[in-house]
């Protein structure tokens, strides 16, 4: 079993940063692909960005220049540094995170979700 779990969650002023952390426990061989997703009430989760093992990343484009995605492979953690906030940021993100497991299994696992709130 692989548990993720996520952090650093909270209230941020419009313009303002933060830095969500993610680390993953668990019956680990290899971390493969990681990335955070947001989801606001009513509407389906979307991809914010990803990061392969080897660092290559991707945003979505509201996103692009603002926030920027990194990860520790020693510690099986993935890190989102989310810069001039703004409302429309305003969700429920959620880590995501392909393993390996030690038992050479390939499965999907997901956090439970930390809340950021944009507000004055």
């Known amino acids: 079993q692989v548990h993720l779990v996520e952090s650093g969650g909270g209230l941020v002023q419009p313009g303002g940063s933060l830095r969500l952390d993610c680390v993953a426990s668990?019956?680990?061989?290899?971390?493969?692909?990681m990335a955070w997703y947001r989801q606001t009430p009513g509407k389906r989760r979307e991809l914010v960005a990803t990061?392969?093992?080897?660092?290559?990343?991707n945003y979505e484009d509201s996103v692009k220049g603002r926030f920027t995605i990194s990860r520790d492979n020693a510690k099986h953690m993935v890190y989102l540094q989310m810069m001039r906030v703004n409302p429309e940021d305003m969700a429920v993100y959620y880590c995501?995170?392909?393993?390996?497991?030690?038992?050479?299994?390939?499965?999907?696992?997901w956090g439970r979700g930390t809340q950021v709130t944009v507000s004055s």
């Open positions: 995501h995170a392909d393993v390996h497991t030690g038992t050479n299994h390939e499965f999907e696992y």
């Open positions: 668990g019956d680990i061989f290899k971390v493969n692909d």
């Open positions: 990061i392969t093992r080897i660092g290559m990343t």
